[in-house]
């Protein structure tokens, strides 16, 4: 899961303000998208009246990465920025994003997703077109697929970045690339592209920016936060196999390429974990889909008290992405919702790291106990979801360490079962605790008096959708079958990889 923001504005709109640098613009963004992504972040600005690309990137926050100065160098009217979690590749500086070309045409882009296909799709590229791949990035496979359908054998022409022609090339990528995937390029001397994978799978948003003299800018990014804070105005949802081109005059046009041959299927844990309470993700508000996910999970709270299974005094939230629901619950249970652990927040997200000894530390970095709240009380504890389990079992040791009496843990998520080959980082079913145990053994390893988890029926009622990529819950991958297992295990093979260069690189020191 990665951020992927994109700006572009008319050539009126650059020059009522001199100053101007869709770059700054782009930065501003990637700061509202740093949850999605903490490992690495990149800019890369086009500048029309240079014609050159400049470019900056690095392994570290966007704060981290870029200061005043390198900003600065970073000219043009066009920018496109990444903030990286990395779920395939390496963690070097190699395979951070955006990426660039200069041949055949200068073409840059920066992707939000994975190629479950790429192994197949490299060969091919490498073989029969005879491109050398530098990084191991699966967007650089994109990268020279979609040039090389955009020229389809011929030079270089004004006609070859018409629209028509460009729908053309991205139609060829619908057909043969499987996966999740948001899409933002910027094509030299023509302008800035967009597009989503045929499934929806990954989110990316539209905003418009009126300027003075009826210039026009547009942004394109993962969710709509962006947009609220940079002052555009949320114009709809890149819809799924939609091909978006602006020009360097600020014109946007836009095409459905391809329609899924099942329904939509945008993924469930933009809503519950990843993305931003602000932001509006296929028009549902996330904070208001977390609440109603907690509503339901205190309906299921209820019914468990009824029986006498449990007694909580307190709902007490996993912060922060867990708040709304924990507050949603203690409405439904009439009981008093208490902040019984307190956030670091200059920790990274536990979630998304990349190593179990990271999440541990992590942990015990980022929570601190406030003791009054927790000793002595029976808590209902809400978390977003239970992955590998063992964060949720160090919370449980924590709270038990300052004296709780009993902790049943409410999940808005049901049980994963089944890895993400989709651009979340666990692809192993083998390191998903639910997916070797049984709800009851979960709560007896974890050391809760009870797991309460939410259905796949109470996920559609609280994003109200009917559809919905839930392939880690259910196991119904939106793509086939056979791309799934080559992906599981080409990951597997590169998780062994570079587990043997970090022991060879321990010996060397």
Known sequence: MCGVIGIAGSVSSFQDDPEYQAAYEAYRGLLTLQHRGQDAAGLLSYDNLSKMFYQKRDLGLVAQVFDRESIETLTGQMAIGHTRYATTGGNGRRDIQ???????????????????????????????????????????????????????GGDVGKESFSFANMCRATKHIFGNFRGGYAVIGLVGQSGMIAFRDPDGIRPMVLGQKKTAEDGTRWCISSESVALNYLGYDFVRDVAPGEFIF???????????????KTLPAPCIFEWIYFSAAESMIE?????????????????????????????????????????????????????????????????????????????EEAVHLKLSPIRSEI???????????????????????????????????????????????????????????????????????????????????????????????MACLNGKYPTAAGDIAEFSESRRAERLENAAAKILKEKRA
């Not at 091919?124 to 191991?136: G, I, Q, W």
């Not at 360097?248 to 899924?260: H, P, Q």
């Open 98 to 152: 955006p990426l660039l070309t200069g041949a055949p045409f200068g073409l840059g882009m920066v992707h939000n997703g994975n190629i479950v296909n790429q192994r197949a799709l490299a060969e091919t590229l490498t073989h029969d077109l005879k491109r050398h791949l530098l990084t191991k990035n699966d967007l650089e496979i994109l990268l020279h697929y979609w040039s090389h359908y955009l020229l389809d």
């Open 246 to 260: 602006i020009d360097l005059e600020g014109n946007l046009l836009s095409a459905v390429l391809k329609e899924s």
């Open 283 to 359: 028009n549902e508000s996330v904070y208001k889909v977390r609440l109603r996910l907690g509503e339901q999970l205190g309906i299921k709270a209820q019914a468990a008290i009824d029986m006498g299974e449990i007694s909580p005094d307190v709902v007490m939230p996993v912060p922060d992405t867990s708040r709304s629901a924990a507050i949603a619950a203690a409405d439904v249970l009439g009981l008093p919702y208490r902040e019984g652990l307190i956030k670091n927040r200059y920790v990274h997200r536990s979630f998304i790291l990349n190593t179990q000894e990271k999440r």
């Open 375 to 469: 000793e002595g009380k029976n808590i209902l504890l809400i978390d977003d979801s239970v992955v590998r389990g063992t964060t949720s079992k160090r919370i449980i040791e924590l709270l038990k360490r300052n004296g709780a009496k009993e902790i049943v843990l409410g999940v808005t998520c049901p049980p994963i079962r089944h890895g993400c080959f989709y651009g979340i980082d666990f692809p192993d079913p083998a390191e998903l605790v639910a997916n070797e145990k049984s709800v009851g053994e979960i709560a007896a390893w974890a050391g809760a008096r009870k797991f309460i988890y939410l259905d796949e029926d109470d996920l559609k009622k609280a994003a109200a959708k009917d559809s919905l990529c």
